[in-house]
């Protein structure tokens, strides 16, 4: 027997088989590039083969079996998985559908929504360092004011309240003012502590 002979025995005896399809999608239009997985359920091991441009596929030489075909591209969901059985010398075709992917889209909220007391008329707010650093000063002015080095003159007397006299004047014949507005107290008709001592808030 010649050896042309041979091989066209050996392929008439071949018991091999092979899977065929088109993978789709839901609308039924062949879906390009995807990829075929063909798990043999006997031998535990896989065969993956890419869709051409009409969606078509081939997978050739499967010893007779079962298999289990799934296929998978991206912005798809994977098809579900179709176990077939597959016999020698047969050609068995298996068309596989892909969905698209499921789109979900997520919110994060960075920060709290303002909060409305509805209970009373209680008025109250919180603030963080740098904003209580950036609060006009009020009754600090005793180590801001620019007439703070007074204090420290032999000729200035102070008294338990902070008011100052010069010159041995008392303290309510002494006046202070501040872009030409008088600082005294009208309360007490004398320049008080807070007023000989003007806070830099108040200055233009």
Known sequence: MSACCMLQLAHAQSTFGD???TTRDLSGLPLPQATVTIHSLEENNDRQVL?????????ENLKAGHYQLTAAKEGFQASPPTTVELSARQSLRVDLTLALESQSQSVEVSSAAEQVNTENGTIGDSKITSQISEL???FRAVSSSPLGALGTSPNVQQDSQGNIAL???TANMTGVSVDGISTANVWTSGAGANHTRPSKESRR
């Open 19 to 21: 899977l065929r399809g």
């Open 51 to 59: 869709s051409g441009e009409d969606g078509a596929f081939t997978v």
């Open 167 to 169: 010159e041995g004047a």
């Open 136 to 138: 006009p000063m009020n």
